[in-house]
């Protein structure tokens, strides 16, 4: 009798749970603790808490030489790149310059950080100053002290990881969620497909929509979750890496994508780029589908998404 197991996890300082369809538990069981071993194998290649981690190094090199890694990490770096012309810089790995230092979501926020001293790290933040060397295996960053972190795709990436090694265990469907970047394979226990729930964003523990989805990951990025207000104005956490501020505007993103890793890193500059502009580049890119709530709830989607 096929049954539903699941288990809920903390790893890379989000809350993850894990799904698996089997008929039996003890198998069940070890197919999850093999998920989680994968996530925290990438938690530590990616942390940029941890002195050791590669991230790490390519950041305290910045300016002064390349560095060899992993070729996993390496092709997460490239693919990001690749992310960035697509989105036109809008998504940016090396937004790290910017992050922690001014905007701080998990502490009380009295005041805007100074606009000056924003221009200046703002500098830092550039893509295209990531060099790779595919020859010799290694990543510099142009610049003294740029930096950059995965904060913006890490959780997507894990998530197909983690379903990859599922799905070569034999496990022929589940969820792998990643604090709401989720991935889907195969059907429920009952054979219908999944169903996820778009997050209202005034009202995150109530849906205003449900879609039924197989094989399918879902990114959301929402200003609902993590922000600060200010004089009365809600900060959402997800900054411009143009502007060096915390986008207005929109309420939330929900995307669409076979890839969970695409669908965790386009959510950030669909949210930030604009609506028009968002879903111009939307509409031209194969697989891929977002709905966006705007500031004042009108709902915008994609070309190919039909709401319930």
């Excluded at 998920?35 to 300016?63: H, P, V, Y």
């Excluded at 002064?64 to 992310?83: A, H, N």
């Excluded at 295209?128 to 003294?144: A, G, M, P, Y």
């Excluded at 194969?286 to 319930?308: A, M, P, R, T, V």
């Amino acid at each position: 009798m096929l049954r539903e197991f699941k288990r809920p996890q903390r790893l890379m300082g989000n809350a993850f749970e894990i799904t698996v369809v089997s008929d039996d538990e003890k198998i069940a069981n070890s197919h999850i603790n093999a998920a989680i071993e994968e996530i925290r194998r990438i938690e530590k290649l990616l942390t940029t808490f941890n002195d050791e981690s590669q991230t790490n190094l390519i950041n305290k090199n910045s300016g002064i030489q390349p560095v060899k890694v992993d070729w996993e990490i390496f092709e997460l770096i490239e693919r990001s790149l690749k992310i960035s012309k697509i989105t036109d810089g809008y998504f940016d790995i090396s937004y790290g310059g910017i992050d922690k230092s001014f905007w701080n979501f998990d502490h009380n926020m009295e005041q805007l950080p100074d606009p000056q001293s924003i221009k200046e790290h703002l500098k830092l933040v550039n893509y295209q100053n990531i060099l790779l060397d595919r020859e010799n295996q290694t990543v510099f960053l142009k610049e003294k002290g740029m930096r950059i972190g995965f904060g913006g795709i890490g959780k997507g990436y894990a998530a197909e990881m983690a379903k990859h090694l599922l799905q070569n265990h034999g496990v022929v469907s589940g969820i792998v969620n990643a604090s709401g970047d989720l991935t889907t394979w195969g059907n429920q226990a009952n054979g219908k497909s999944w169903t996820v729930g778009i997050a209202d964003p005034d009202n995150s523990k109530q849906p205003f929509s449900y879609m039924n989805i197989t094989d399918m990951a879902v990114a959301t990025s929402g200003n609902y979750e993590k922000y600060v207000v200010i004089n009365g104005k809600k900060y959402s956490h997800t900054i411009n890496p143009k502007t060096g501020m915390p986008v207005s505007g929109v309420k939330s993103v929900t995307v669409f994508c076979p890839n969970a890793e695409i669908a965790d890193a386009m959510a950030t500059p669909i949210s930030i780029m604009g609506i028009d502009a968002a879903l111009h580049m939307v509409n031209q890119i194969n697989h891929l589908d977002c709905i966006i709530i705007d500031d004042q709830d009108k709902i915008y989607s994609s070309q190919n998404i039909n709401l319930k």
